[in-house]
Structure formats: structure tokens, C-alpha cells
């Protein structure tokens, strides 16, 4: 069974802090992670990937990935109230090419109090 | 720029109806996927396709068909509407980045209800 596991929340951090969102996941044989977010009733938009063992930064998005502890984390500096949304991550199980092995977890919704 | 788009935005289905979920795109990307949001859930794919012509099963088929005759267009087909079909249906498409290809463009999505 293919699973990818986020802490559902609500995770709640004042505006201007630090909010970190973590994700494990069952394959060790795994490639590729990514980072959706999607806002209430809205679709989901891609933020980033990373698939090297470390830190990928894009902004004020940091992706962490430790692929020995099967962890990957979504770091958002200075948050903003803008960034309140629901943040799903997802984990390609297998090939990096394949089209069809990427899975999601349930999501965890953040709040950004002002 | 259109993107992703997806009609109905809404529609409401009597068990054993059937209807077409429409879904093109116009950045010619080669992927496409359906996927499908249960409440407080991820995202999980029904069908896929790499290619105009190519389709494939995804995690959850049972009960839709899909079809590609075109770049641009992969509509979803319920033959058999039954409850455990209500949900969100995101189309989404993509292309090949670093090697990697994922679903990066969505549409705003079809909520579907089966009553």
C-alpha cells in the first residue's frame, strides 16, 4: 500500500512567523516529491519539487527532504495571511517519468492569524 | 490564457444516469489526468494520458471511461452514475520538467452530485 501521511491540523502561526508542514511517506524507493497548494474551494497549483536529499529553495519556500527518514517538509518564511490554504503533498512512487504513480496525501490546512 | 478548462463547474446526477465531463487545454501539453477529491481527502487519479490516442487506468477507474482524440481534449465519461461518485473531479495537465513529469495546470474543477 502506497501511503503518503501529512498531519491534517489546523496548523495556526502568526503572520510574519515560520509555518512547517511535514510529510512521510511508506516507499523508500520513492523519487520525486511535490507541494500543491490549494485554497477552499479552489484547485490545486504546484509550488515546487524537490528530489535531491537536502534543501530546495524557491522564495519564501523552502522543500527539505530526507530520503533515509522517508520526511519531506515545506518551510514558508514570513508567512502571510494569503498563505492560509489547505497544503497537499505528493510523492511519485517509482519512476520520475512514470505518469501514473504520483499520490497525495489528505492535506494540511494552515492558518496564518494576522 | 485559458489553461485548464472544465465544464459543468456543477451538476447534479440520478443514480444510473450517465454524462460527459469535459476538460481541454491550450498550452499543447502532452499529459493529462483526471483526478477526483473526496471531502478532506487528496487527490486520487482515475485515468491518465501521455499522448493523443493513449490512455491508461489510474488508481480508481471503475465506473468512468475516457478518451483522447485530440491534444487538447480528455473528457471523462460516466456510463452508470452511482453515490459513491459524488465528489470534485480536477482535470490537469502537464509536461516533462528535470526529467520529471507531474500534474502542474488544473482546471477549477466539476462538483458532481449523485443523488
Known amino acids: 500500500q502506497k501511503e503518503v501521511e501529512q498531519n491534517s491540523g489546523p496548523l495556526s502561526v502568526p503572520e510574519g512567523a515560520i509555518a512547517s508542514l511535514n510529510c512521510t511517506y511508506s516507499?523508500?524507493?520513492?523519487?520525486?516529491f511535490f507541494w500543491y497548494r490549494q485554497y477552499s474551494g479552489k484547485s490545486p497549483e504546484l509550488i515546487m519539487f524537490?528530489?535531491?536529499?537536502g534543501d530546495k529553495e524557491d522564495g519564501r519556500f523552502t522543500a527539505q527532504l530526507n530520503k533515509a527518514s522517508q520526511y519531506v517538509s515545506l518551510l514558508i518564511r514570513d508567512s502571510q495571511p494569503s498563505d492560509s490554504a489547505t497544503y497537499l503533498c505528493?510523492?511519485?512512487?517509482?519512476?520520475?517519468?512514470?505518469?501514473?504513480?504520483?499520490?497525495f496525501g489528505t492535506g494540511t490546512r494552515l492558518t496564518v492569524i494576522p | 490564457n485559458a489553461g485548464v478548462t472544465q465544464t459543468p463547474k456543477f451538476r447534479i446526477l440520478k443514480i444510473g444516469q450517465s454524462m460527459t465531463l469535459q476538460c481541454t487545454q491550450d498550452?499543447?501539453?502532452?499529459?493529462m489526468y483526471w483526478y477526483r477529491q473526496d471531502p478532506g481527502m487528496g487527490l486520487k487519479l482515475i485515468y491518465y494520458?501521455?499522448?493523443?490516442?493513449?490512455?491508461d487506468k489510474g488508481e480508481v477507474p471503475n465506473g468512468y471511461n475516457v478518451s483522447r482524440s485530440t491534444t487538447e481534449d480528455f473528457p471523462l465519461r460516466l456510463e452508470l452514475a452511482a453515490p459513491s461518485q459524488t465528489s470534485v473531479y480536477f482535470c490537469?495537465?502537464?509536461?516533462?520538467?528535470?526529467?520529471?513529469?507531474?500534474?502542474?495546470?488544473f482546471g477549477d474543477g466539476t462538483r458532481l452530485s449523485i443523488l
Open positions: 490537469a495537465s502537464g509536461q516533462t520538467r528535470d526529467r520529471v513529469n507531474q500534474p502542474q495546470h
Open positions: 516507499d523508500r524507493g520513492s523519487q520525486s
Open positions: 524537490i528530489y535531491s536529499n
Open positions: 505528493a510523492v511519485k512512487f517509482g519512476t520520475v517519468s512514470g505518469a501514473n504513480n504520483l499520490f
Open positions: 498550452m499543447n501539453h502532452n499529459y
Open positions: 494520458s501521455v499522448g493523443a490516442g493513449i490512455t
